[in-house]
């Protein structure tokens, strides 16, 4: 067991080595690492933008709006098949997802349907045009009525080809800002996630985003005064549009579209040479420019329309024919918004109306604050993990700390290889990882302490303990993997970095806890040292088993456990939760005041008169901050965009913007949703390999500790009152995950316990397994602890927040994992005799080698 060829060792040093040289980079400014060798790997970490700022914008294609102008194409459509065929008609109209035609002649209804069913023919609705989509109906419900009906899978493929063409248009409109590193991709089946680290300016991003940026040229019709047109009816063909002036200026405008800016091929921010004035110069391709000559050579003298999302942005006169297929936009311009129309006119219009659903801005400074405030964090933890283990263990820790540099340094390379983004929550799945791999390594070091107990010698002693603690190792860290995959695969956001940070972490613990450390103990130590017993260490002033009567007391503590968790239960019903935005929908603001400190009251006062609903402004930070926040808005996704845009106008002179948080009714609901579902199927998960694993007892009492774990937590949260977001959810899974692993470590205890001693009574079972393994719980508890008060006291007040109940949550999960997970056992009746006759066996074995 602890023999390692030549190969084996290679290959192992080989992972750490690369580990090390991949996760360096993170550890150096970009300065140093651009004037390395294009072959040293210098790739960095991606932080998130709660750990570096930027912008987080969740976009969704209006499904209305895209139905709606389906329909009026497809009314398009039918009213010229049918005046090519001469076929007389009327009441042709939409309503849902319908457009209906009657057909004067009845003699010519069925050259209608003839006509109007080329419009039903399947379009593609695979890449490779391997499968096709029918889009539309066509049903005669009365002779001469035709309706063309839109079916759903028509409108999933329109939506999806939108969704498709929406994160190509946004994407050139992102990288025209000269912005680094963007995240544009899909999500779901009608969203777009946008994110852009270190941008400077959010505001900007959201306006240029928001735009469809359909631009037409179109004539205006002067046949009539235009305010006869907004108080009686506009001609026919016509339709009034309002300029982006101040006060808006109205026009008659035809709605034949004379070029579009499909036939754009560029477009660029300059001045006009007379007015030395900001303007937009365009430039046709060359049917945009044939189509733009020939009307401007039948139309001088009249207006034209320069219309950009149905406003009109400048109607000047044509005075001579325009043949060269360039022209320029002139208006009330600034040198920005003619780059940002510039920027849009090149990007292309985007196919579907798309809305924010979701904006979390994080601002620089705040950023490079949490940046600060985690790298101090860190080193303090570092610090007092390993000069725990070293006291602890002596020399074995020094091993362990090897071990767990590696750990560390190989979960780093893999993210940053990988490119994913560690944020707050990933944060946590680090700690929780530190937590485990020390766990691990304390695990076998235990199990060696009891073997040199019984006599062995140190080779042997280590051998055995090495094999006893895989079994446990392996469980602990499966059944948290179980919970890191049904995270990621219903979770969002933030519990997604957690789950992939945990799932990383989890399989690198294993390699280094076990593997590596096994080869520093056999290769380097036990080799070249030769020592004859174990390093002096604080855990030898711990008896290896002592006396406690944990099966004595459990009555009591179980009526303990039922009275907290009735009392965390009875909180549900008379104190309400402090829901956070991400579950309730509103905006969530911090801002600084630009001089001297915040003044609470002064905001509250101005925000009260924009007529937003509740308004809570607190004090945050060194007094200088303000944590502002609004109630969900009336009026849907939009609405929560024209508050934010409100309280801007009122604030921005006097403050700095350093976190803003949007979640519409759309996105709150859904991520409350698969929060829940979560954490209800990782318990499911859980159980069933527990189950599987053990006998059902265990997995039945595994969730039964695990159920008492959360009810607490979030008792907690409501005791506390500290705010239930997404956040709060990591928090929650943090524990759960440190608790089960705790539970497994004593559940594995208990098994071997029972098929060694098969006569002995369960209570007695139970207990002596709990003060074999108190040790152990006691020193990963401290250990662990000490890695989350550096972070609480070093690493901001964001992730002071979510630390605390972290901390609380280690103490509630030791606590069950003692006195719950253990006596519950008993309560379902467990049973050295549940066991198989191959159990039996082992077991004897494993009592005769124990003997000897």
Not at 422 to 443: C, E, F, W, Y
Request: proline share 4%.
């Amino acid at each position: 067991m602890l023999y390692f060829s030549r190969w084996q060792s290679i290959l192992i040093w080989l992972v750490v080595a690369l580990g090390v040289v991949y996760a360096a980079p993170n550890l150096f400014p970009q300065s140093f690492l651009s004037s390395l060798p294009g072959w040293v790997p210098s790739k960095q970490m991606t932080l998130g933008l709660d750990l570096q700022g930027g912008s987080h914008i969740l976009l969704q294609v209006d499904r209305k709006s895209l139905v709606a102008e389906r329909l009026s194409s497809i009314r398009d459509d039918v009213r010229t098949l049918l005046r090519e065929q001469r076929i007389g008609y009327t009441g042709l109209s939409s309503a849902g997802q319908s457009v209906q035609v009657r057909i004067r002649d009845a003699d010519q209804v069925d050259a209608a349907r003839r006509a109007i069913s080329e419009l039903t023919q399947p379009i593609t609705g695979t890449l490779f045009g391997s499968g096709s989509v029918r889009e539309l109906q066509l049903a005669e419900p009365e002779r001469g009525l035709l309706r063309l009906t839109l079916t759903d899978e028509g409108i999933n493929y329109r939506l999806s080809t939108a969704v498709t063409q929406s994160i190509e248009v946004v994407g050139r409109r992102v990288n025209e800002l000269g912005t680094t590193e963007p995240i544009i991709q899909r999500q779901g089946n009608d969203r777009v996630l946008v994110q852009v680290p270190g941008l400077q300016d959010p505001q900007r991003l959201k306006d240029i985003l928001g735009q469809t940026a359909r631009l037409t040229f179109q004539m205006v019709d002067q046949s009539m005064p235009v305010e006869e047109a907004i108080n009686g009816r506009p001609p026919v063909g016509t339709s009034v549009m309002y300029s982006t002036d101040n006060p808006p200026v109205p026009y008659i405008i035809e709605d034949r579209v004379i070029v579009s800016g499909e036939n754009l091929v560029d477009a660029q921010a300059g001045f006009d040479q007379l007015t030395n004035e900001p303007v937009v110069t365009f430039r046709f391709d060359t049917r945009g420019a044939t189509r733009f000559g020939q009307a401007t050579q039948q139309n001088v003298g009249r207006l034209f329309a320069i219309i950009l999302d149905n406003q009109v942005i400048s109607a000047p006169q044509i005075r001579e024919p325009i043949l060269g297929g360039t022209g320029q936009i002139s208006g009330n311009f600034t040198v920005q918004s003619a780059n940002d129309l510039a920027v849009l006119l090149r990007a292309g219009a985007l196919p579907a109306d798309l809305s924010i659903i979701e904006e979390r801005t994080v601002g620089p400074s705040l950023g490079q604050d949490s940046i600060e405030a985690g790298k101090i964090a860190a080193v303090v933890a570092s610090i007092l993990v390993i000069g725990t283990m070293l006291v602890i263990y002596g020399w074995l820790g020094v091993i362990a700390n090897l071990a767990l540099m590696a750990n560390v340094a190989i979960i780093v390379a893999i993210l940053t290889v990988l490119g994913a983004t560690l944020t707050l929550p990933g944060i946590a799945g680090i700690v929780l990882t530190i937590g485990m791999a020390v766990d691990s390594n304390v695990i076998i070091f235990e199990r060696v302490r009891e073997e040199v107990a019984r006599g062995r010698s140190l080779v042997q002693s280590f051998d055995q303990g090495f094999q006893k603690a895989l079994a446990t190792i392996v469980d602990a860290n499966l059944t948290s993997m179980i919970v890191a995959a049904i995270l990621f695969y219903v979770g969002t956001g933030p519990v997604r970095g957690f789950a992939v940070t945990l799932a990383i972490g989890l399989l690198t613990t294993v390699f280094t806890a076990y593997t590596l450390s096994r080869w520093m103990i056999a290769v380097w130590w036990l080799r070249r040292f030769k020592p004859k017993q174990l390093p002096a260490g604080l855990v030898h002033k711990m008896p290896l088993e002592p006396k406690i009567g944990f099966m004595k007391a459990r009555r009591l503590f179980f009526a303990l456990s039922v009275a907290l968790t009735a009392g965390a239960a009875g909180l549900f019903f008379v104190k309400d939760f402090n829901y956070g935005i991400d579950f309730q929908g509103g905006s969530l603001i911090e801002v600084q005041a630009r001089s001297g400190e915040a003044d609470p009251g002064n905001v509250r006062s101005r925000l009260s008169e924009l007529d937003l609903g509740e308004i809570q402004v607190q004090a945050f930070g060194d007094g200088d901050a303000l944590m502002i926040r609004l109630q969900a808005q009336d009026g849907g996704d939009t609405a929560e965009q024209e508050a934010m845009l409100k309280v801007r106008g009122a604030l921005e002179d006097d403050y700095e913007f350093r976190r803003i948080e949007v979640v519409g009714p759309t996105v709150s609901g859904e991520l409350a949703v698969s929060g829940m579902i979560g954490i209800l199927l990782s318990m499911i998960g859980m159980l069933i390999y527990i189950w599987l694993r053990f006998e059902w007892q265990f997995g039945v009492g595994a969730i039964v500790s695990t159920a008492h774990d959360v009810v607490m937590i979030v008792g907690i949260y409501l005791l506390l009152g500290l705010e239930m977001n997404l956040t709060a959810i990591a928090a929650i899974l943090t524990v759960v995950g440190y608790s089960i692993n705790d539970t497994i470590v004593i559940y594995d205890r208990i098994r071997e316990t029972l098929r060694k001693y098969k006569k002995m009574p369960i209570e007695e079972v139970i207990n002596l397994s709990l003060n074999q393994t108190l040790s152990r719980t006691i020193l990963t508890g401290v250990t662990t602890l000490f890695a989350l008060i550096a972070l609480y006291l070093f690493g901001g007040e964001v992730i002071a927040s979510f630390v605390l109940p972290i901390m609380i949550g280690i103490f509630i999960g030791i606590y069950s994992s003692l006195f719950i997970a253990g006596p519950m056992l008993i309560m379902f009746n467990l049973r050295p005799d549940t066991f198989g006759v191959e159990e039996e066996k082992s077991g004897a074995v494993g009592q005769a080698k124990a003997g000897t």
